[in-house]
């Protein structure tokens, strides 16, 4: 992540660069981190790569989704309220495992009312 944003001001600063930038935001990274990748970035992302905790231990033995990628998405929602010219992506892989079309549907549409609901929350504040 560090190497990441440090690439990313250098192209900022010394290359005066204006256009794009997207960054990655991996699980378990601070807040501190999270926060220097938006400052730069035009776009951050949280990847959940699949619709249930057990497709994702499957995976990825390591991570959860409710432990793990949730809250990293949710901490970036929080973020963007201060950097509003920010955005937020997240994506999801499919067809790595035997996940159904409606437990990726499920999932979406839970992530996009959870967040909706949220960030009216976090405008409200």
């Known amino acids: 992540m560090e190497k990441m944003i440090d690439t ?53 033995k390591g991570k959860s989704l409710k432990n793990d990628l949730i809250p990293k998405i949710e901490e970036v929602s929080e973020l963007l309220q201060i950097y509003r010219k920010k955005t937020q992506t997240t994506q999801m892989i499919v067809g790595v495992g035997t ?12 992530l996009y009312e959870t967040s909706t609901r949220r960030l009216s929350f976090l405008k409200e504040r």
Not at 101 to 110: G, K, N, R, V, W
């Open 8 to 60: 990313a001001i250098i192209l900022r600063k010394r290359y005066e660069y204006k256009g794009y930038i997207h960054i990655k935001i991996m699980p378990g990274t601070s807040r501190q981190t999270v926060e220097e990748a938006i400052k730069v970035a035009n776009r951050v992302s949280v990847n959940i790569e699949a619709p249930t905790e057990e497709r994702l231990k499957s995976i990825a």
């Open 99 to 110: 996940e159904t079309d409606m437990e990726i549907l499920t999932t979406s549409q839970h």
